[in-house]
């Protein structure tokens, strides 16, 4: 057995703390595929356990095979260093055996009525099942997918997204004026480490090097989760109220509800929710829509518009001004600006982020659960579960 060695003056409570595994006695144990895959299933299990592994060689240490492993840096990195973790290159020997013959590829037979039965039940399924759901969110841009994203973590909250379009994350595919850079700022970066995006870490703010990064990223995490379901190309063209309360939303296809001056019999669909969360962005066709509607049946008095461009001031006030306007229904992201008439604040998408996130524990106060706004917030219902967003001042805001 190989005896593990500490190196001296190992500081466990630092960031960088290293240790070294000495491996004795390997000279003639492994052939070169053993030990490559020796390498790679380390490198597998230290990535899991929070280290990152680093084959070092050196002729100090190595036996008269060049063959050997001659030992393994582990570097217990911060979580900003394992966002960029990645697993080495394989080499095309290890898959020198795989049966994969591109020229004869041939899959596996099925009946076409299958795939129609398979996506025609599970749709409808999922219909049924949210139906009367716990939350909706009408609209899945950055605001809307990071609000979803929050209120996931809790496997109890049955989640339904509605996204007019085919493809979600509303204007974060892209940065400003169709570029690809997304800058976020400090302090919402934590929130792109929590979710494992990678960025260019600059003084008071980080840049993405694509917008998709994070629409992609977050869109996979968030699907994933077997409480959240995304109906796109789905319009709320109404909302549901009883009293004074807003109770839910009234959904339609989407190319139908573009379609109503134009063709006749094209009744909507129902969504009852305890809580309704309005994302919808600012004015536009089918901006602002929740609103406006609260407008046009006068539960609340009027929707200025957002004024002109100020991001130190936009960026602060949608999510200090995140909140639920009327009972059952919370406004964010630029839905906020809308209705506040506050600055828009352009290319810069921090605050969307962390306004969708004080919308998820807002919509959990509403439910009775426990959320950060009330500082009773479990960390146990999913192992990463972390408000990773903000400021103390701006949770309590």
């Known amino acids: ?81 394992l966002r960029h973790a990645r697993l080495p290159a394989a080499s095309a020997s290890m898959y020198s055996d795989a049966k994969y013959d591109l020229n004869n590829y041939k899959f596996e037979p099925i009946k076409e009525s299958i795939v129609a039965r398979e996506m025609t039940r599970r749709y409808m399924t999922e219909m049924i099942t949210h139906a ?40 974060a595919w892209l940065g400003g004026q169709l570029f690809s850079a997304m800058v976020v700022r400090k302090p919402a970066h934590r929130f792109l480490d929590e979710i494992e995006v990678p960025y260019e870490e600059l003084e008071n703010y980080v840049v993405i090097k694509h917008a998709a990064l994070f629409t992609s990223t977050i869109m996979s995490k968030l699907l994933a989760r077997p409480n959240v379901k995304l109906f796109n190309a789905v319009a709320a063209e109404d909302l549901i109220i009883r009293g004074d309360r807003v109770s839910g939303v009234v959904t339609n ?21 305890k809580v309704v969360v309005s994302s919808c962005g600012h004015d536009g066709p089918f901006g602002a829509t929740g609103v406006k509607r609260l407008r046009s049946i006068g539960m609340i008095e009027s929707v200025p518009g957002m004024k002109c461009l100020d991001m130190n001031a936009a960026e602060d006030a949608i999510v200090k001004h995140t909140r639920e306007v009327v009972p059952g229904m919370i406004v964010t992201g630029m839905e906020v600006a809308e209705i506040d008439g506050s600055p828009r604040m352009g290319p810069t998408f921090g605050a969307m982020m962390i306004s969708g996130q004080k919308a998820a524990h807002l919509a959990l106060k509403a439910l009775g659960l426990p959320n950060e706004l009330d500082g009773n917030y479990k960390l146990n219902v999913h192992p990463e579960l972390v408000l990773a967003s903000t400021d103390d001042e701006t949770a309590s805001a």
């Open 1 to 81: 057995m190989c005896p593990l060695l500490f190196s001296p003056g190992l500081n466990h409570s630092s960031d960088f703390a290293i240790c070294r595994l000495s491996i004795c006695d390997c000279r003639h144990q492994f052939s070169a595929r053993k030990t490559m895959a020796a390498t790679v299933s380390m490198q597998v299990a230290g990535l899991a356990a929070g280290v990152a592994f680093a084959p070092e060689i050196s002729s100090g240490n190595v036996g008269s095979s060049s063959s050997s492993l001659a030992g393994v840096r582990m570097v217990v990195s911060p979580k900003a260093q």
């Open 132 to 171: 009367d759901t716990d939350v909706v969110v009408v609209g899945a841009g950055s605001a809307g997918l990071s609000c979803a994203y929050e209120l996931s973590k809790n496997p109890n909250v049955k989640v339904a997204i509605i996204e007019q379009s085919v493809s979600p994350g509303g204007g």
């Open 253 to 273: 296809w989407a190319l139908v509800a573009q379609n109503h001056n134009t063709q006749s019999c094209m009744d909507p669909n129902v969504m009852e929710a």
